[in-house]
């Protein structure tokens, strides 16, 4: 990983309520390590002790390896963007 970095998100500017995890990604030779699992689980407890109700993150369709632990570790799909080729 390059850059972690958690934002709480909020309904107004005094009360968050959630934080959004933007990671930019993993090289190649560091990827299948447990590292990304390890990254996301501090994060979440990080959240949990600043009383956050939810994290959220976005992931590329095409991106299955992250996708796939992103879903082991409790996250659901909420949408989808499209895009047409002109």
């Known amino acids: 990983m390059t ?3 958690l934002e709480p998100m909020t309904e107004d500017q005094y009360k968050p ?3 959004e995890a933007e990671a930019h990604y993993a ?3 560091v990827r299948r390590r447990g590292y990304g699992r390890a990254i996301m689980l ?3 407890r990080w959240c949990h002790d600043n009383a956050l109700r939810s994290i959220g993150l976005r992931v590329f369709a095409h991106n299955t390896g ?3 632990l992103y879903e082991q ?3 659901t799909e909420t949408s989808r963007n ?3 080729d002109l």
Do not use: N, P, Q, Y
């Open 82 to 84: 499209m895009t047409k």
């Open 27 to 29: 090289r190649s030779d």
């Open 3 to 5: 850059d972690v970095r």
């Open 73 to 75: 570790l409790g996250f």
């Open 17 to 19: 309520w959630r934080a």
């Open 42 to 44: 501090a994060a979440e």
């Open 66 to 68: 992250a996708r796939a």
